[in-house]
């Protein structure tokens, strides 16, 4: 059976780095084709990936985002970590962790604000 | 950056009936196309991929199509669980995106 699920804070000041972390079990991203993302959805808003990792550590961001994101991941942990840099409201969102678009975790709310 | 567009944006439909849902995507993403339900409060599931591939869980009354530019998702006959919010993804290209959703909603 694969899970996933996401960690990290709920409350980020403006300016600060969020990072979020995806633990999983179920499957190994030391096994060829295997990889995790990031998605994440503002409050009544739609769907926006932020970064893919692969099992040879090759890695894709959004290109509107890129430069504040940073995408890791620790196979012996079985972790994805996502920083996002330099946060401002309009990153108040549901953030996902994603395993080949069918295995989702629940999601975190992270709020961005004062 | 492929964009995909969804119509309409909401849909009223009632029980029994037939929910017909379209996504247009700017150039061809081939047949790499997904469909996800997402219910309040839930993540979303996949429920198509491959434009036309039911993905484990979703009953045959689910059907997907289309190819290049075009794709249709259709519920054939409405149960009151299927009452949610749809998305296509592409993912011919990166980045990946979404459409805007189209929300079901009980007529």
């Known amino acids: 059976q694969i899970t996933l699920k996401e960690s990290g804070p709920t409350l980020v000041k403006p300016t600060q780095t969020l990072t979020l972390t995806c633990t999983f079990s179920g499957f190994s991203l030391s096994t060829s084709g295997v990889g995790v993302g990031w998605i994440r959805q503002p409050p009544g808003k739609d769907l926006e990936w932020l970064a893919l990792?692969?099992?040879?550590?090759?890695?894709r961001y959004s290109p509107s985002l890129k430069s504040r994101l940073t995408i890791t991941k620790d196979t012996s942990k079985n972790q994805v970590v996502l920083s996002v840099t330099n946060v401002d409201p309009v990153d108040t969102a549901t953030y996902y962790c994603?395993?080949?678009?069918?295995?989702w975790g629940q999601g975190t709310l992270v709020t961005v604000s004062s | 950056e492929i964009v995909m567009t969804q119509s309409p944006a909401t849909l009223s439909v009632s029980p029994g009936e037939r929910a017909t849902f379209s996504c247009r995507a700017s150039q061809s993403v081939s047949s790499n196309l997904a469909w996800y339900q997402q219910r309040p409060g839930q993540a979303p599931r996949l429920l198509i991929y491959g434009a036309s591939t039911r993905a484990t869980g979703f009953p045959a009354r689910f059907s997907g199509s289309g190819s290049g530019t075009e794709f249709t998702l259709t519920i054939s006959s409405l149960q009151s669980e299927d009452f949610a919010v749809y998305y296509c993804?592409?993912?011919?290209?990166?980045?990946?995106?979404f459409g805007q959703g189209t929300k079901l909603e009980i007529k």
């Open positions: 990792i692969y099992w040879d550590d090759e890695k």
């Open positions: 994603v395993h080949a678009f069918q295995h």
């Open positions: 993804q592409q993912y011919d290209n990166w980045p990946y995106t």
